[in-house]
C-alpha cells in the first residue's frame, strides 16, 4: 500500500482503503477518517509526553480496532489493523489489514527506534528531573536520599532509572 498523509483533503482516500480491507464490516472496525485521526491524536498526545515533536519522526503507531466483548461470545469477529508512521511532515497511513478477534479487544503499540529513546531520555531529564530536583531542595533530608539514590545526574541513566525515581519518591513528583 502507498503511504497516504492523513489530512482532510485525503479522506476519501483512506476511507476507500478502509473500505477495500473492511468490505461490509462496519462493528468492530474502523470505518471514517474521524477514527483515524482519532488515532493521530492519541498517539501524539502519547509522544508528546515522551520526546519533543522534532524527534517524533519516523515512529510507528499500531492499531486493532475492536473492544473487549463478553466471554460467551464465540465467534471471531473482523477487526481493521492499520500502521500510521510519523514524518516529518506529519502522521502517514501506511498499511490497513482484516484482523480476527475473539472476545479480547484491540490493541495499540508505538514501535520506536533507538534514537527515539535517547530522545525520550534528554526530553526525560529536562522536564522530569529538573522538577523532581526542585520539589526535591523543598522536601525533607530522607526524601532527599531516596532520591539521590534512585536519580543519577543529568547524562547518566536511563528512562526507566528516571521512572523508578518518581515511584519510588512519589511525595517528590506530586
Do not use: C, F
Not at 509526553?49 to 517524533?56: I, T, V
Not at 499500531?62 to 466471554?71: A, D, F, L, Q
Not at 530522545?119 to 539521590?148: G, P
Request: proline content about 3%; glycine content about 6%; cysteine-free.
Amino acid at each position: 500500500m502507498k503511504a497516504i498523509q492523513i489530512k482532510d483533503s485525503n479522506r476519501a482516500a483512506i476511507e476507500a482503503a478502509l473500505k477495500s480491507v473492511n468490505g461490509n464490516s462496519t462493528s468492530h472496525t474502523y470505518t471514517s477518517y474521524e477514527e483515524i485521526e482519532w488515532l493521530v491524536e492519541k498517539a501524539e498526545k502519547q509522544l508528546g509526553a515522551l520526546m519533543y515533536k522534532k524527534d517524533m519522526s519516523g515512529v510507528r503507531y499500531n492499531s486493532i480496532s475492536g473492544e473487549r466483548v463478553p466471554n460467551s461470545y464465540t465467534n471471531s469477529r473482523i477487526a481493521t489493523g492499520v500502521t500510521l508512521n510519523r514524518t516529518s511532515s506529519g502522521w502517514s497511513l501506511v498499511d490497513v489489514k482484516r484482523e480476527y478477534l475473539y472476545n479480547d479487544p484491540g490493541k495499540t503499540k508505538l514501535q520506536l527506534q533507538p534514537s527515539h529513546e535517547r530522545a525520550m531520555n534528554e526530553y526525560l531529564r529536562k522536564n522530569v528531573y529538573d522538577l523532581v530536583a526542585e520539589k526535591a531542595a523543598r522536601s525533607s533530608a530522607a526524601d532527599k536520599a531516596k532520591l539521590k539514590d534512585r536519580v543519577k545526574a543529568p547524562g547518566a541513566g536511563t528512562i526507566v532509572e528516571t521512572m523508578e525515581a518518581l515511584v519510588v519518591a512519589p511525595s517528590l513528583a506530586a
